[in-house]
């Protein structure tokens, strides 16, 4: 693809001298190594490296990270990963995408960031650049890579151009690999790391599963297998080894992380004497005698335990006598399983009771349950969390409980400072599991509002049936921790209930209304009816009436004729004619239902063949064309419905009393749609008696192959689902089969299986 086809940059003149000094000043800034859109290091500097002094001591910078992880320009107190640096060092010497696997809290930042960083830089000719996927992980590429092709644009102009460049790749108007070629004529001699932390965002914080997929499908084509080394791109993502599934659950992701993940193991005995010695050592500071082994006793053999360790040795560091760090301080601090809980707890506990209840609301809001997974942490705006909680926010911003910043739209954000106060913090787990149902809905509403917003507010995507009922039921407990957002959803949804129950109502009355004035004319006009229909009827109408009792006489109760084939094929011209030009619902809806007769019709006479004498070949011949072209309308002007509604999750749901008519229960959207193709006029109407339910085999043989392969292909292709496999997407997580067929499920389970579709 051109390269006009990227965002338009300014022409700049750059002779070889000045161009060498660029990228010196640019990339490499003296002693400090740069990388590209990362910010955490800076102000993770300020928040921790802060100088400490007291009466003794001379001023020293604190060498541990507490709950921070460590950057580029903090290797020289990096320890304990050099056998793993080696080995990622390696990787990217023969590879393009090395992912780094490991638990929460085992340090794959750090050891990508202050490890493989560093000894890239010493070996010269890097461009390092750096995103989190976040809930927009297109834009959060697009802010890595636009600043290393647009060198002479100030800070405003690249952000326009981010915005342009995600948009054209999440459109596919501009291939990632043709970013990466603009990149390297500019910096022609370097290659490229693109650092992706914290990649279980993608599943974490992107609701829009389309969107995860379009996103891995752009980034993954260019990090395959280079035949130009110097000019080879390599992506490192960090990730979460407990989203290993939600990752090996997209077959393209799946395919390249085969025996390609570098997992990141706990730390021996021997390392992790490193990383509490080594620091202090470099600035001449030392352990009282037998306290580094008392800490390595109190240490956990999860890998998850590093932050307590860093974060023990930070609080420590801060009582140090001198320049010895003693027995007595450690026992101060709580030692490492205390530290973080106790630290957690005082600054808690200098709160008045009002400040606790509405520090409890912030910080359920920055937890994220799990399913299937441990809870995480969650990135929640200035917006959701209110304004007057903002300044208890900032509160345990400066005691470094939440860290702040500013999403690519400029809202301030704040989120827990590691997953590890989560997992140690005894009044947190308590708060949340008290709150976890409501957060576990709350996060279903918010995905919900998303979908909405994306589909333009569109009243088919509002809440509807039992699940209005439950977001009613939890506006009316927990109003105080629904955002301004979620209630005007809510309410908006409320609205619309109300509308449609009084529209109903008055529909009803309309109707007692209309049927009670029928009933009057039906007496009064009786006599004129019957003599009216044997004299008033035109040529045309006698001709119709007279097909018409034709087939009702000869197909009743057993008695085919040979006539009926005539009868069969009169009727199927007349379908097709209506199929070339149908132009709405009433004439798609005759077509259908001629094409159903001849069905009927033939498969009568098919039966009797061995009664009745009649051309065979003829006879197939209606019948296959009644079907194929049957089945053509259908796709034509019924499962694009469907495709769009299971596309834009719009699934419906059971309503909780059970209709006469059974397509009633439930509300609009995909399964609803489903049902109509398959037992309805709507459709197939393979419900010959209009009972809601497939008893027969007959019945059941009505529904095309065709039809019934594609819905299920529409089902998985967007959610997984099919007729024989549960999936999310479903109410109740049940099947196609449960859902559509009710009882008894034989028949539909024998049609399926002829049909060679798996039902076990």
């Not at 102000?43 to 002094?53: H, I, Y």
């Not at 043709?178 to 599943?203: K, T």
């Not at 620091?279 to 008392?294: N, S």
């Not at 389970?749 to 076990?760: V, W």
Request: glycine residues 4%; aromatic residues 8%.
């Amino acid at each position: 693809m051109p390269d006009s086809k990227l965002p338009e940059q300014r022409k700049i003149k750059i002779e070889s001298g000045n161009y060498n000094e660029r990228i010196e000043r640019d990339y490499i800034q003296a002693e400090k190594i740069y990388i590209t859109n990362y910010y955490h290091s800076q102000k993770d500097v300020t928040s921790t490296l802060v100088n400490f002094t007291d009466a003794i001591s001379e001023n020293l910078h604190c060498p541990y990270r507490g709950l921070f992880h460590f950057g580029p320009n903090d290797a020289e107190y990096f320890f304990g990963r050099k056998v793993f640096i080696e080995e990622l060092f390696a990787a990217t010497q023969t590879r393009n995408f090395i992912p780094v696997l490991g638990a929460s809290g085992s340090g794959k930042s750090s050891v990508v960031l202050a490890g493989l960083v560093p000894k890239l830089q010493n070996e010269g000719h890097w461009l390092f650049t750096h995103f989190r996927p976040g809930s927009d992980p297109f834009h959060a590429l697009a802010l890595a890579l636009v600043p290393l092709y647009t060198l002479d644009f100030n800070a405003t102009e690249r952000i326009a151009q981010a915005r342009q460049l995600a948009k054209y790749l999440h459109d596919g108007d501009v291939l990632l690999a043709d970013v990466f070629a603009q990149i390297h004529q500019n910096h022609h001699a370097h290659r490229v790391l693109l650092i992706a932390d914290q990649f279980e965002e993608l599943y974490t914080l992107c609701a829009d599963r389309k969107i995860r997929c379009s996103f891995l499908d752009t980034l993954l084509p260019s990090f395959q297998s280079s035949s130009q080394p110097q000019h080879r791109n390599v992506l490192v993502t960090t990730m979460r080894a407990d989203f290993l599934g939600n990752a090996l659950s997209y077959r393209p992701l799946a395919d390249v992380l085969q025996n390609t993940d570098i997992k990141l193991g706990q730390m021996n005995h021997e390392e992790l004497e490193e990383v509490i010695v080594k620091p202090a050592e470099k600035l001449g500071v030392t352990f009282q005698d037998g306290l580094v082994k008392r800490i390595l006793n109190n240490l956990d053999s999860e890998p998850g335990s590093l932050p307590l360790l860093e974060f023990s040795l930070a609080q420590l560091w801060k009582l140090r006598k001198g320049k010895q760090l003693t027995h007595a301080a450690y026992e101060e601090i709580g030692e490492v399983k205390g530290a973080l809980a106790r630290h957690a707890d005082e600054n808690y506990g200098n709160l008045n009771r009002a400040e606790q209840e509405q520090v409890q609301r912030i910080f359920i809001q920055l937890v994220r349950p799990g399913e299937g997974t441990e809870d995480t942490r969650r990135l929640a705006t200035k917006g959701e969390l209110g304004k007057v909680s903002w300044r208890l926010v900032k509160q345990l911003a400066d005691a470094r409980l939440v860290v702040t910043s500013r999403n690519a739209v400029g809202q301030e954000t704040a989120e827990v400072v590691h997953e590890t106060l989560i997992r140690n913090w005894g009044e947190l787990r308590q708060w949340m599991e008290t709150h976890r149902s409501f957060r576990a809905w709350q996060e279903r509403l918010r995905v919900a509002i998303y979908q909405w917003e994306q589909m333009n507010r569109d009243e088919g995507a509002l809440l509807q049936g039992a699940l209005l009922s439950e977001a009613e039921n939890w506006w009316q407990n927990c109003l105080d921790e629904i955002s301004q957002s979620e209630r005007e959803f809510i309410q908006i949804s409320l609205e619309l209930r109300d509308r449609i129950t009084k529209q109903e109502e008055e529909r009803f009355q309309k109707e007692l209304r209309q049927q009670k004035a029928k009933t009057r004319f039906i007496l009064i006009t009786a006599a004129l009816t019957v003599i009216a229909l044997l004299t008033a009827v035109t040529a045309w109408q006698q001709y119709k009436q007279a097909q018409f009792s034709k087939v009702l006489a000869l197909a009743a109760d057993g008695f085919p004729k040979p006539e009926l084939l005539p009868v069969a094929r009169d009727l199927l011209n007349k379908a097709n004619n209506i199929h070339d030009s149908a132009k709405n619902n009433n004439e798609v809806e005759e077509a259908l239902s001629n094409y159903r007769a001849v069905i009927n019709l033939t498969s009568l006479l098919e039966e009797n063949k061995n009664k009745i004498s009649v051309n065979q070949n003829l006879l197939k011949e209606l019948s296959e064309d009644a079907e194929k072209k049957l089945v053509q309308l259908i796709r034509k002007k019924r499962l694009n419905r469907l495709q769009k509604q299971i596309e834009n999750n719009l699934i419906g749901n059971k309503v909780t009393n059970m209709r006469t008519k059974y397509a009633e229960n439930y509300t609009e959207g995909a399964l609803k749609t489903t049902y109509r193709i398959l037992h309805e006029k709507y459709g197939v109407k393979a419900d010959i008696d209009s009972d809601g339910q497939l008893k027969t085999d007959k019945e059941a043989k009505r529904m095309p192959c065709d039809i019934l392969i594609e819905i299920e292909k529409l089902w998985k292709q967007n959610h997984g689902c099919t007729w024989s496999e549960s999936c999310n997407a479903i109410p109740d997580e049940q099947n196609l089969i449960k859902k559509i067929f009710y009882f008894p499920k034989e028949p539909a389970e024998l049609r399926l299986n002829n049909c060679g579709i798996n039902t076990e």
